[in-house]
């Protein structure tokens, strides 16, 4: 049984293509609305993250993926709500082209270009890093 303090778990995808990668913004009915994130979601119960992740990206974009290597965990608290324990894995190969299928907007952004977009405070640290992070795991 959880408590409210015991995080909530989250699997998100790093999908790299021709040295981008995908972000995507979160719809206006949504709680952070507007804000931009990684791909993602919610582990259920019995799963593992990479399994979330795999169903997750079904269900948002419509692609099947080979989930890579883990690249990043960060635990954030957003102010009034449980903690946040997310995992980040890299995703090179998918089968699908990704379609918009629960988000406001979804693009292809160089690295150099996400700071510039109003990503989630719990990813923000993750975007300043993932240059080396991406060089590193390839």
Not at 1 to 26: E, K, W, Y
Not at 28 to 40: I, N, Y
Not at 75 to 96: K, N, T
Request: with cysteine; charged share 25%; proline share 5%.
């Amino acid at each position: 049984m959880s408590t409210p303090s015991d995080p909530i778990h989250v699997s998100a995808g790093i999908l790299v293509r021709n040295g981008q990668v995908l972000a995507c913004q979160r719809r206006a009915d949504q709680s952070h609305a507007g804000k931009w994130e990684f791909p993602g979601g919610k582990r259920e119960a019995g799963e593992t993250m990479a399994q979330c992740l795999r169903r997750e990206l079904r269900e948002e974009l419509g692609i099947d993926v080979e989930v890579g290597a883990e690249l990043w965990r960060h635990e954030h608290a957003y102010a009034g709500g449980p903690p946040v324990a997310l995992v980040f894995f890299r995703i090179d190969r998918f089968a699908g082209e990704p379609r918009n299928l629960v988000f406001a907007d979804l693009r292809w952004v160089e690295l150099a270009d996400l700071a510039g977009l109003d990503f989630l405070d719990a990813d923000r640290e993750l975007i300043a890093l993932l240059p080396g992070l991406l060089r590193a795991s390839h």
